[in-house]
T-cell receptor, first 115, second 112 residues
Framework: NAGVTQTPKFQVLKTGQSMTLQCAQD?????MSWYRQDPGMGLRLIHY???????DQGEVPNGYNVSRSTTEDFPLRLLSAAPSQTSVYFC??????????????FGPGTRLTVL | AQSVTQLGSHVSVSEGALVLLRCNYS??????LFWYVQYPNQGLQLLLK??????LVKGINGFEAEFKKSETSFHLTKPSAHMSDAAEYFC??????????FGTGTSLTVIP
């Protein structure tokens, strides 16, 4: 049971490039989410999904796209990278988005630098 | 709307001393509150959570937190700090709209 996995661990992009951050979980969790972590700002929710085929915006969605074609995978796409997107990105999953008390399980993170 | 405020971005304690990390919440609905810990270069992991069953919640590694509605607080404590407790700690509240709101974090340093 690998839990939540993220690839790559590190990435450097130039302004304007696009890329996809991968996230997968093997716990059959319905709820998956993406956060960015910036110094002094904690974690902020980018997008989330309560099940395959269903996605919604979080607190800071601009510049990011997501899709959820399977229960296991929840990729995050940066369409045209900007220096303001330099951050550490975490993917998380929980059993059900309908239960406010669910524990979230986090991946190890992707450290992204945009030059 | 829901939010949490963590007072003190950095806390230092001596090994063996009491650990107290503060969290105050704001919520328009009965809150569900969480404490997560992040060790260097790792993801977050759950320490404990308040789900309205009991106001004093015990978590892993000897940590506990008390929900105080009158003070809108959910402070994290541990009677005796250990070197391995050095990490960043996040308080979080869940909303009715499938979203979690995290505080800005408190970095705990344990001095030998």
């Amino acid at each position: 049971n690998a839990g939540v996995t993220q690839t790559p661990k590190f990435q450097v992009l130039k302004t304007g490039q696009s890329m996809t951050l991968q996230c997968a979980q093997d716990m059959n969790h319905e709820y998956m989410s993406w956060y960015r972590q910036d110094p002094g700002m904690g974690l902020r929710l980018i997008h989330y999904s309560v099940g395959a085929g269903i996605t919604d915006q979080g607190e800071v969605p601009n510049g990011y796209n997501v899709s959820r074609s399977t229960t296991e995978d929840f990729p995050l796409r940066l369409l045209s990278a900007a220096p303001s997107q330099t951050s550490v990105y975490f993917c998380a999953s929980s059993y059900s988005g309908a239960v406010r008390t669910d524990t979230q399980y986090f991946g190890p993170g992707t450290r992204l630098t945009v030059l | 709307a829901q939010s949490v405020t963590q007072l003190g971005s950095h806390v230092s304690v001596s090994e063996g001393a009491l650990v107290l990390l503060r969290c105050n919440y704001s919520s328009s609905v009965p809150p569900y509150l969480f404490w997560y810990v992040q060790y260097p270069n790792q993801g977050l992991q759950l320490l404990l959570k308040y789900t309205s069953a009991a106001t004093l919640v015990k978590g892993i590694n000897g940590f506990e937190a008390e929900f105080k509605k009158s003070e809108t607080s959910f402070h994290l404590t541990k009677p005796s700090a250990h070197m391995s407790d050095a990490a960043e700690y996040f308080c979080a509240v869940s909303s009715t709209g499938n979203q979690f709101y995290f505080g800005t974090g408190t970095s705990l340093t344990v001095i030998p």
